[in-house]
Structure formats: C-alpha cells, structure tokens
C-alpha cells in the first residue's frame, strides 16, 4: 500500500473515485435528483481540475497494483468563520472515502495517519472534521481514532435535503 498525492493529470480519476465513493456513502439519504445536482457540481471534471491545480488544496489517495482505492482532502486555508475553533491554529480533514470493498482493511486508517503526521510536523494545535450525524461507522472509526464531538453542528445540504454534521475535532498537543 502506497499514499502518493493526486496530480492534475489524475482528474478524471479522481473526479470518478469521488463519484462513486460519495454516491456509495449518501444514497438514499437524498432524493435522486439532489444526488445528481451534488455529484455534477462537485466532482465534474472542470471543477476536479481547478482543486487539483490550488497547490494549497492537497488529495491524497492509496494506491493498490495501481487502482485508487481511496482519498483524502484537505486544504490549508483560514478557518476564521469558524467560531469553535476560537482562532486556533487547525487542519480541517474535508474528505475522506474509501471505497466499499476496501472497508474494515485498514486503508482509511494509513490516510489518517498520513494526515496527522502532516499536521503534527506543521505544528497545527488540532485537526477537525464534519461528520454526517447519521453515519455512525464514520463516527466510531473517527472516534477510535482519537476524534472527539466537539458538540458543535453545522448544516450539510445535499441540494434541497437538509443534513447536518457534526464537528469533531482532535488536539495534537496531548
Ligand atoms: C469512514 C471510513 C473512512 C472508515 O474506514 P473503515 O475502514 O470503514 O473503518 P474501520 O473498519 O477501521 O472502522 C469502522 C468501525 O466502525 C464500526 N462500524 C461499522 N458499522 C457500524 C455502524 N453501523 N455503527 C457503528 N459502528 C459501526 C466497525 O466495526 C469499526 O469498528 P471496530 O474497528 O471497533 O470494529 C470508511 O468506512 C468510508 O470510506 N466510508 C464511506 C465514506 C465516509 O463515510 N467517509 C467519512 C465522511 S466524514
């Protein structure tokens, strides 16, 4: 298992790892037609290649015998709108999918890890997350890993069906 950064060339793969890794995870918890409009306006290919071009706007993917079996984002940027983080110097992990088959094996393990050695190098005081209220395999895997709920909430549309996450967060510090 290798952990190698997605370059501009990769869009399409990535565009598609997003695709199916999102719908797997949301299906049925919005109308069709939201799940459409979500996947288009996020994951298209112009849209892929414009993050993918932000060299502060990092995907990071495990590679088996070639395939994308998974991904990570995150993007160092002010957080400042922010008001739990109450100023404080902080990662936010903004995705991480993997995909089903490749569920229980370790993989998203190896990304957080990845993650958190980037940001205890850098220094950042915490590393924090959305996650969906409901997905509770997110939430115990986050939780095993030392995440904890922050208590605060913030909404998650996906087109016109209202969802909320829940921030979690973890000191480096500790
Ligand atoms: C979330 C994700 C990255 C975690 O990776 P993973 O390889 O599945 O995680 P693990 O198997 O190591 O840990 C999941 C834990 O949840 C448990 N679990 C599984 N289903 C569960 C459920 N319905 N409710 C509560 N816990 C559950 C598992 O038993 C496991 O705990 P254990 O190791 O103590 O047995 C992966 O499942 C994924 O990509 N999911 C789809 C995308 C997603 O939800 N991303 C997060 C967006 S915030």
Known sequence: MTIKRFALEDAETLSQLATDTFYNTFKGTCTDEDMDGFLFDYFN???????????????????????????LRYKKQANNDLTFLENRNALELKRLYVLDEYHGKGIAQALTNFFLGIAKKEKYELVFL??????????????KIGFEDTGHTHP????????TDLWYWMFLNK
């Not at 290919?45 to 991904?71: N, P, R, S, T, W």
């Not at 959305?130 to 939780?143: M, S």
């Not at 998650?156 to 969802?163: A, H, L, R, S």
């Open 45 to 71: 290919i112009e849209q892929v290649k414009k993050e993918l071009a932000d060299a502060e706007d990092y995907f990071h993917y495990v590679d088996i015998d070639g395939k994308a079996v998974g991904y």
């Open 130 to 143: 959305g996650v969906w209220e409901h997905n509770y395999r997110a939430q115990k895997f986050y939780q």
């Open 156 to 163: 998650f549309p996906i087109g016109n069906t209202p969802q």
